[in-house]
């Protein structure tokens, strides 16, 4: 699960790991603190017991401990604490109220963003981090490249913004890096990606790998953004018309769906070649 942090998610980690180095000179910049008096903040045994509890969770993060979330939002809430503590006794800015709800703010955000990451691994083990996201059923050939080994050949079943399901005979191990190239409404596609699990044939799942697409560039994530875009548009006419259409209606109104998605990727593209 470690291969799947954000840099922002390692980021948090560092900083908490490092927080008696970096709270002084932060809480100084935003509270006002004089130097002189960042000497009684270290000396405060509160201050030296919320830098253990922020290094362990710092750990804990890093390492992706489950009990490390509920540690990370005690951290916090004594941060808070600690803060008002500071700016009462040693703050002189003239904007101690939006100082503090800067502050607030600040870690409220922190929060939000770590629990968006972590939330299914922690509190939904049972949803797969492929199923977080909108998934949209498709089947379109793909070129698997792992590291220095041939080519293979396969098909995605579905996709999303995070990573695809890819039918394959081949075996390939879990945790590989792997190229995919594909095209769909004439757009080509071209990402890495790492095995984040593998599916033997059942009667519901055909033996594949799903793959967790590695840090897109912007132009691979706008690519991206508009197949998934697209795929939406016809699943959500599928789940509305399907059943409110005659079958005639519904593949002519379908195709013209289609053939609209394809006009405007080619336009879309010729406007990239200019």
Known sequence: MKLYRSKFFKSVAIFYLGFPLFYLPI??????????????????PSYFFISILAITVGYALWQMHR???YLFIVTNFLITYLNAIVLNEYGTTHHQILSFLASFFGLSVVTYRVAQEIRVPYFF????WWESNPRYKLSIPVKISPMDAPVIDGDILDISMVGCFIKTK???YQDQKVRLQFVIFKLSFECSGVIAWRAKESVTIPKGMGVKFLPLRRPQKRTLRQICRRLKQISDFYRRSRYLLSHEEFCKRLKELESEILQSSSSSRKRLLR
């Open 125 to 128: 083990p049972k949803i797969r």
């Open 67 to 69: 009990w490390g979330w």
């Open 27 to 44: 809480s100084a910049l935003l509270f006002d603190v004089p130097a002189g008096s960042l000497v009684g903040v270290l000396l405060w």
């Open 170 to 172: 081949k075996e390939i």
